[in-house]
């Protein structure tokens, strides 16, 4: 069965820093990728996703995400991180074939302090 | 972009009762609809999809009588938690996608607490 890992559970950071959040799935056909955010008390918000071609996917608010089909993950990434990143961050993958049923990690928290 | 409303926010009732729970598509015409629950602190697990006019397809574990799933129009989808129990206790989340879309919209969620 399809499977998402996202391997941090809770990221504390300071502002500034920098942050990589883990995601690896297992499936292996296509899939579609995608980093989905939930700000406190707020709906899940797409904050990038990948379809095809350029593996380095640039999303809304600096953040950027790099699907490695070796590795089979697709890390997300900000370089500078501000008090207002913090909150849950999803990972789901949907296979090309099939249903289009999103698969969600576990999800991490992530906490800037300012 | 797309938006996707949930009413009620947030829902209390009694043990046995059951709680309808709507999920619009606002501003699209929404082909499928999805229904997902969240646990604390876990992620978002897929119940059930419908698709506009026909039955829902479930997630396998999911009780179809007991999460009943109507599809009725291209901007409504219902969610009705029947003979509910406190484990039914949870926050219960849907999404849309449609014909010109390809992803899916959130919508905010419902809380819903069974004493």
């Known amino acids: 069965a399809q499977s998402v890992s996202q391997h941090n559970h809770h990221v504390i950071l300071s502002e500034a820093a920098s942050l990589e959040l883990g995601c690896n799935y297992s499936?292996?056909?296509?899939?579609?990728l995608f980093w989905y955010v939930q700000y406190p008390g707020q709906h899940l918000q797409l904050l990038l996703k990948?379809?095809?071609?350029?593996?380095l996917v640039k999303g809304i608010k600096g953040f950027e995400a790099e699907f490695i089909k070796s590795k089979f993950s697709f890390n997300l990434r900000k370089p500078s991180v501000q008090w207002s990143d913090t909150a849950e961050y999803f990972c789901?993958?949907?296979?090309?074939?099939?249903?289009?049923?999103?698969?969600f990690g576990t999800g991490t928290r992530l906490t800037v302090i300012p | 972009g797309a938006v996707v409303s949930q009413h009620p926010s947030w829902v209390i009732c009694k043990s046995g009762t059951s709680v309808k729970i709507e999920c619009r598509s606002l501003?699209?015409?929404?082909?499928?609809m999805f229904w997902y629950r969240q646990f604390p602190k876990q992620s978002l697990m897929l119940m059930a999809t419908?698709?506009?006019?026909?039955?829902?397809?479930?997630e396998q574990g999911v009780e179809k009588d007991k999460f009943l799933i109507n599809h009725a129009s291209l901007t409504l989808s219902t969610l009705t938690v029947t003979s509910a129990h406190p484990e039914d206790s949870s926050f219960y989340i849907c999404?849309?996608?449609?014909?010109?879309?390809?992803?899916?919209?959130f919508g905010p969620g419902t809380r819903l607490t069974v004493l």
């Open positions: 999404s849309a996608t449609g014909t010109r879309l390809n992803e899916q919209f």
């Open positions: 499936y292996g056909g296509t899939v579609n």
């Open positions: 990948y379809f095809s071609g350029d593996p």
């Open positions: 789901a993958v949907i296979p090309e074939t099939g249903a289009n049923n999103l698969f």
């Open positions: 501003d699209f015409q929404a082909t499928t």
């Open positions: 419908s698709n506009e006019g026909s039955k829902a397809t479930y």
